[in-house]
């Protein structure tokens, strides 16, 4: 990893630490990051369920799961050996019983209060582009985290974002809380550049 991404890794193991935005411009490998994290903690924790949000999951499908199948064909993993990609059931399971479930954070006028996020049990979850969601998504899904397995493999729900400059819940909640010197203790604010 770079050392960028590497702090993100250090920051998923601390006992601080719940939320993280990964953030900056284009070509910092952020979708990367954060399927590099989300496999290597599914292959370290066998059973455990991870939620993998997006927007819109047409485009979670299009675009953040390739970079899921990017890094498993760079690290030498095959498909219907070291894990099964489901994109019907919208999920990626591996041989140890681990899995990645997908989730749509689009708000619905016909489901403004998010219910139909309210029986997942995950253990850590991912949001890719988290500028494109809405912060009541964005809360209710990590209400769901915490749920499966933490106490058993000492995992904390953790909540890792990645996102490119936007004006909303993100920049007052991480990028200007972290320039004012504001910020919660439980979050933190890794700024990505391509370079």
Known sequence: PTKKQDEVYE???DGI???VLYGGGVGSAKT???ASL???QCFKHPGIRVGLARNELTTLKKTTVISFMEVFADWGLTPGVDYNYNPIAGHIRFTNGSEIVFVEL???PSDPSYTRLGGLLLTFGVIDEAGECDEKGKEIFQSRLGRWSNDEFGVKP???MTCNPSHNFLYNDF???NKEGTMAKFRAFVNATVY
């Open 106 to 108: 689009r708000f619905l």
């Open 32 to 34: 990367y990051l954060l």
């Open 17 to 19: 630490t719940t939320e």
């Open 158 to 160: 953790f909540l890792l």
């Open 175 to 177: 990028y200007l809380a």
């Open 11 to 13: 920051l998923f193991e």
């Open 38 to 40: 989300t496999i290597i």
